[in-house]
């Protein structure tokens, strides 16, 4: 079957720690090639203007001024959660021995709402935590972004359509 463009125009949320990043750019080749190759309409909350935020966070943070830290944190948590309500699919970057507090309850809100909820974790696949097996498809978690980028590729050439989770990308319902 030739290649299709299922994915192209598809809103994507792409997932990931921020909070405890180590600092290393690892979203800059994912996205280029998602939007490049895929076509998808990625938002990255990273890029969000609402990061402008983060230093008044860590200012409440050393103020101990918890009213402030909860009035921040609850509109990030507010924009995230919609952009993940509004997205078609989510990717969830998940490196070994990194907590994601916020990509675990975007994992958990895109699993609820039955979207394909794909996780990378780049160490390999028996890294991602224990506790996404319990819930995720075993064919929604990746050991690399390649190995993602050829199930993505699959997706565009029709090969997942009896997969509930791609119905709605694949015009089924």
């Excluded at 994915?7 to 280029?32: C, F, Q, V």
Aim: aromatic share 14%; glycine share 6%; proline share 5%.
């Amino acid at each position: 079957m030739s290649e299709q463009q299922v994915l192209k125009g598809k809103r994507a949320y792409l997932s990931g720690p921020i909070e405890h990043s180590d600092g290393k750019d690892w979203r800059a080749e994912p996205k280029n090639v998602l939007i490049n190759q895929f076509g998808i309409d990625l938002f990255d909350p990273y890029v969000d203007p609402k990061q402008q935020w983060a230093p008044m966070l860590v200012q409440a943070r050393q103020e101990k001024n918890y009213a402030e830290m909860q009035r921040i944190a609850h509109d990030f948590l507010r924009k995230d959660l919609s952009l993940v309500d509004h997205s078609d699919l989510i990717i969830a970057y998940l490196p070994r021995n990194v907590a994601t507090v916020g990509t675990v309850h975007e994992i958990i809100v895109s699993n609820t709402e039955k979207k394909p909820t794909l996780l990378i974790c780049p160490e390999g696949k028996e890294f991602i935590s224990f506790w996404y097996y319990g819930f995720i498809p075993l064919d929604f978690m990746f050991g690399s972004w390649e190995e993602l980028y050829r199930y993505l590729k699959e997706v565009n050439e029709g090969k997942h359509k009896k997969n509930d989770r791609w119905a709605y990308i694949y015009g089924v319902i």
